[in-house]
């Protein structure tokens, strides 16, 4: 709809800012809140402009850690976040991308018993079956290790869904005019098939890196060393002082650092990702 | 170089009819080779099979003197344009044309020099580095021809490659293919719905139903010596006018000239061209009747007139079944008259009713 008239202009810009502000007035709090005195916000005093303590604080809570909770220094679990996100986005798309290849292009013997049973797993995500997932994981002695944290998350019945639905649409003449030009089904895979997926991928690995970054309930479980702790939980800990008041200029200031990841990604995938969900290169 | 041989070819879909039953005839080294046919008839399938992607259930396909039935599409020595193109979105019209080339490991040097004499040949050299969506229906599909000819084939399958093009486009690159494939003078197999295009390429052109073939043959001698009723009515358009002629039931009123035909006792199709059906204008183009002509009163009930030509539809005996005729020129009968219209001996063709096939006479 192209239509021109200055007062639902204004009135579709009011309800846009509206909602801007909602979403974005916490995260503002956060960031005032992270530049502030320590004793600022024990006092109620927070205001609605920064203080002047912005990189003392950032620069305290990367390299030194709270001097009452965990003491540890928060660069340690960012780290582990990222890697822990990065492994399981990309390994989820490079499994889900091999599977719906199977299933798709491959006539083999129970290749729809495989593909259903891929899909029961979205019956059964990481929290149902969390007992058995963390017995095999100790047993295997996984535990504190990347691996431990990762491989039992990486499994993907949705990015496998994706994909299959994704290679459905190719047109059939495509695989075969590569068979004609001589292209055996791994030259298909990769000279073809993936260049076409590549909005797919950068949209899945936005997704799954945010799913990979957000995980709780797990590293939680699986970790138990300081140095191997996620931001998320880093986050969690630091709440807790007993006998003392908690440093929220600093909780705040990681609450920042864990938002940008995230972040960042979004905004580098942005023009793939939208062309991902809205356009098809076919 | 090579012909294409195709000994009792037959296919069966898995849990389904026959799609292709019992084909043989042989392409001849250079030839021009339409199949054609109504829709779902096998044409694709018979030419898919000739590519290898589809499984040869029955029969033997040769190519060269090689039999081809479990040698991989890539190892048959073809090049395959297909109705959608089927043009890699994601490579420029370069790579498009070079893909097939550099998956046979030729040398670059050699893959640039044919890219651009195949640029050349198709005017596509200021497209080189554009991708498919950024070119018209046109131009993506002398890419598509482009990269069938890159390969030097010996063989080139076309499954519909123009239906998705313009009247006028359709009819220059129909010009077009038929240069190219002379010039280069690669064996061809063709397939298509439309029987102008048909009858303009082929050398030979094959019509099929239902998965048999009906008939083979140079196009003119298929539109001057159709086998059966369904390619005498397939071929020509508008179709070839069927009569029913039973003796036994007495013959349609307003039918004059009949006698002489030799009739089966089952009784008969008598089938005529409309363009051999000529009408008297009073006096302007005189008809003199020769013995054996046949003779159709025509109540006249449409007229078309399209400039070179008039079709007129007229009600044989006054109520009996339509019959069309095509006059050259502007013949501008009003409807409700009655006229005699005239069709030569040498023009009837006469099928027998049970099995379709035709009749000497
Ligand atoms: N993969 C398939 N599985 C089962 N049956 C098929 C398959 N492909 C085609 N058929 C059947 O085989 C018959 C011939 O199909 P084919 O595609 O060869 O027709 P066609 O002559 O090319 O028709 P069109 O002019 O519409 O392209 C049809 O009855 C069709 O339903
Ligand atoms: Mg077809």
């Known amino acids: ?282 | 170089m090579a012909d294409v041989r195709l000994t009792s070819v037959g296919k069966i879909y898995a849990g389904s009819v026959p799609a292709v039953k019992d084909i043989s005839f042989t392409v001849p080294d250079g030839g021009f080779c339409v199949l054609v046919g109504p829709s779902g008839c096998g044409k694709s399938t018979l030419l898919r099979m000739i590519a290898g992607l589809e499984t040869i259930t029955m029969g033997e396909v040769r190519i060269g003197d090689r039999v081809v039935n479990t040698v991989e599409p890539m190892d048959r020595d073809i090049a395959m344009v297909f109705q959608n193109y089927a043009l890699y979105p994601h490579m420029s019209v370069y790579d498009n044309m070079a893909y097939g080339l550099r998956n046979r490991k030729t040398p670059e040097a050699e893959i640039s020099a044919r890219v651009a004499e195949a640029a050349r040949i198709l005017e596509l050299e200021p497209y080189l580095k554009r991708r498919p969506r950024e070119l018209s229906g046109g131009q993506r599909q002398r890419v598509a021809m482009g990269r069938a000819i890159v390969r030097k084939p010996q063989v080139f399958l076309f499954d519909e490659p123009l239906s998705n093009l313009d009247a006028k486009l359709r009819g220059a690159m129909r010009v077009e293919i038929k240069k190219l494939q002379r010039h280069l003078g690669v064996t061809a197999v063709y397939v298509t719905h439309d029987q102008l295009e048909a009858m303009t390429l082929a050398d030979m052109l094959v019509v099929m139903n239902q998965g048999v073939v009906e008939q083979i043959g140079a196009p003119l001698d298929l539109y001057e010596r159709p086998e059966t009723v369904f390619v005498a009515q397939f071929i020509g358009a508008p179709p070839m006018n069927m009569i029913e002629l039973t003796p036994t039931k007495g013959l349609p009123a307003g039918l004059d000239g009949v006698a002489g035909l030799p009739l089966p006792a089952a009784g008969a199709r008598l089938g005529i061209r409309p363009e051999h059906l000529g009408v008297e204008i009073d006096g302007d183009a005189r008809i003199e009747t020769r013995p054996g002509d046949v003779r159709l009163a025509l109540t006249v009930e449409a007229v078309e007139a399209v400039g070179a030509e008039t079709y007129i539809h007229g009600r044989l005996g006054g109520d009996g079944q339509m019959i069309a005729a095509r006059e050259h020129g502007k013949v501008l009968l009003p409807a409700g008259t009655t006229r005699t219209f005239t069709a030569r001996r040498e023009h009837l063709h006469l099928f027998d009713l049970a099995t379709g096939r035709r009749i000497a006479h």
Not at chain 1, 61 to 82: A, Y
Not at chain 1, 201 to 215: H, S
Request: aromatic share 12%; proline share 6%; net charge neutral.
């Open chain 1, 1 to 282: 709809m192209v239509e021109n008239r200055p007062l639902a202009n204004l009135v579709s810009h009011l309800i846009l800012i509206t909602g801007v502000a909602i979403v974005a007035f916490p995260v503002y709090l956060a960031l005032v809140a992270s530049s502030s005195d320590p004793t600022t916000i024990a006092n109620g005093q927070l205001g609605l402009i920064p203080e002047g303590h912005l990189f003392e604080n950032y620069w305290k809570v990367l390299f030194q850690g709270t001097e009452r909770s965990t003491k540890q220094p928060m660069i340690v679990p960012l780290f582990n976040s990222l890697v822990m996100a990065l492994i399981i986005s990309i390994g989820k798309i490079a499994i889900s991308l091999i599977s719906a290849f199977a299933i798709i292009y491959f006539r083999f013997p129970f290749r729809h018993t495989a593909f259903w049973v891929i899909f029961l797993t979205l019956m059964l995500p990481v929290e149902v079956r969390i007992y058995p997932t963390y017995k095999i994981v100790a047993d295997l002695g996984m535990l504190d290790t990347y691996a431990g944290l990762t491989i039992p998350l990486i499994a993907s019945a949705t990015a496998t869904l994706l994909f299959r639905q994704f290679f459905m649409t190719v047109p059939d003449e495509l695989l075969e005019a590569s068979k004609i030009d001589g292209a055996g089904p791994w030259m298909f895979f990769k000279d073809t098939l993936l260049p076409l997926s590549m909005t797919s991928i950068a949209a899945m690995f936005v997704i799954q890196f945010i799913y990979g970054w957000n995980q709780y309930l797990w590293p939680l479980l699986i970790t138990t060393r300081d140095d191997m702790q996620t931001i998320v939980i880093g986050i969690q800990k630091m709440l807790y002082v007993t006998d003392a008041l908690t440093e929220w200029q600093l909780a705040m200031a990681t609450t920042i650092l864990a938002m940008l990841p995230p972040v960042v990604v979004v905004v580098a995938m942005q023009k793939l990702f939208v062309r991902g969900l809205t356009e098809t290169e076919k």
